[in-house]
């Protein structure tokens, strides 16, 4: 008897809130964000809106309403300060010309003084040129007022400080180190949505049996497991995925024995604190 093996060609698409890869038979929104589109499964469509994500063909909607009341409302300031300027040009008096005196083309045969006999006014002098400024003087530099000097870089041979933290020796100690590393980046958001449909993960964090300063964390469901990694010397790159999965098989037995629980918000503590 010959076995067929039935291989099916499903795109692999996850959703760009929670991280987490679809699983068959779940449907995805397109979300509209920063000018590019996202894929919001749904369960995080909620989170999508009130993070200020816009549903794909909605909007066009929103847009073209938002340009017509832009429109009217200019439109009417526009009405609104024409008429303000025809009101204003109709109640404005046009002023007179001011007569200018001509020393030049002076009568005295003809001339009527505006101040009274005997009175003329006197031509009004171009004002003087405003004096140049003088030169400021500088004092010179001495030795109280120099600047000082640069401050001189540590020999090599100094000790420095490098930013690197100091790695627990205990086991017990790495794993709670690794799970509050685990708990400040933003993969809680993916145990945390995948919980709300598979419900409350495995999890089973031990250190590396070659690797001092790294802690291997194992977040499985009954269809879909995580592995991450966190590095205790740099703790500043936070977790990151190492593997994934669909079957419980797939985990050697180690990584199947739980010592750590998940709460509703999909963060990591060791069992000891929630038992």
Same mark, same amino acid.
């Given at each position: 008897m010959t076995r067929k093996t039935i291989v099916t060609n499903m795109a692999v698409i996850g959703c760009d809130v929670c991280g987490r890869t679809l699983l068959r038979g779940e449907n995805a929104d397109v979300f509209l964000?920063?000018? @590019? /589109? /996202?894929t919001v499964c749904e369960l995080c469509t909620t989170r999508a809106m009130h993070e200020g994500w816009i549903r794909e063909g909605v909007d066009d909607a929103l847009s073209g309403r938002r340009s017509g009341e832009r429109t009217s409302a200019r439109s009417l300031l526009g009405r609104l300060r024409s008429r303000? /300027? %025809?009101d204003r040009a109709g109640d404005d008096p046009v002023p007179e010309a001011t007569p200018v005196y001509d020393p030049a083309s002076y009568d005295p045969d003809h001339y009527t003084p505006a101040h009274g006999a005997g009175e003329m006014p006197a031509p009004v002098a171009a004002p003087a040129p405003a004096p140049a400024p003088a030169p400021v003087a500088h004092a010179p530099i001495t030795a109280s007022h120099a600047p000082a000097a640069p401050a001189q870089w540590p020999a090599d041979d100094a000790p420095r400080d490098r930013g690197i933290s100091a790695v627990p020796t205990n086991a017990e100690r790495k794993v709670a180190r690794a799970l509050e590393v685990f708990n400040l980046g933003p993969h809680t958001r993916t145990v945390s949505g995948v919980s709300r449909s598979l419900g409350a993960p495995m999890v089973a964090s031990r250190p @590396?049996?070659?690797e001092g300063s790294v802690?291997?964390?194992v977040v499985a469901w009954e269809l879909s497991w995580y592995r991450y990694e966190v590095?205790?010397?740099d703790e500043a790159s936070g977790a990151r995925v190492t593997g994934q999965g669909t079957e419980l098989a797939e985990l050697p037995a180690e990584d /199947?024995?739980?010592n750590v629980r %998940?709460?509703?918000?999909?963060f990591l503590h060791p069992a000891a604190e929630l038992a």
């Open positions: 964000h920063g000018g @590019s /589109r /996202r303000a /300027r %025809a @590396s049996a070659t802690v291997t964390i590095d205790l010397g /199947r024995v739980a %998940a709460d509703e918000g999909g």
